[in-house]
């Protein structure tokens, strides 16, 4: 089992910046891939960055450029910056691991004001 716990939220201007933080507990050793979902009020969940154990992030062609996703192996930890946000980016933003089983995090709020 792994526990997931997402920090870093909160309500920003258009063109600011975040940075989230996913810090992972549990059976930690077993984890591969590292990542971020988002959900936005009355959309599907949708995929934004993911990185492998060895590093290799990928990204969703809305993010590119904007978004940097890494993590930290030792601390187990995965992190995502988000500058030059948009209203657009607005959504509950979800940490997810897998190990290969998936595991999910609770969700972190970000809202950007136009």
């Known amino acids: 089992q792994v526990q997931l716990v997402e920090s870093g939220g909160g309500l920003v201007q258009a063109g600011g910046s975040l940075r989230l933080s996913c810090a992972a507990s549990?059976?930690?050793?077993?984890?591969?891939?590292m990542g971020w979902y988002r959900q936005a009020p009355g959309k599907e969940r949708e995929f934004v960055a993911a990185?492998?154990?060895?590093?290799?992030?990928i990204y969703a062609d809305s993010v590119k450029g904007r978004f940097t996703i890494s993590r930290d192996n030792a601390k187990n930890l995965v992190y995502l910056q988000m500058n030059s946000l948009k209203p657009e980016d607005t959504a509950v933003y979800i940490c997810?691991?897998?190990?290969?089983?998936?595991?999910w995090g609770q969700g972190t709020q970000v809202s950007v004001s136009s």
């Open positions: 997810t691991v897998t190990t290969p089983r998936q595991y």
């Open positions: 549990g059976s930690t050793f077993s984890i591969n891939n």
């Open positions: 990185i492998a154990r060895a590093g290799s992030p």
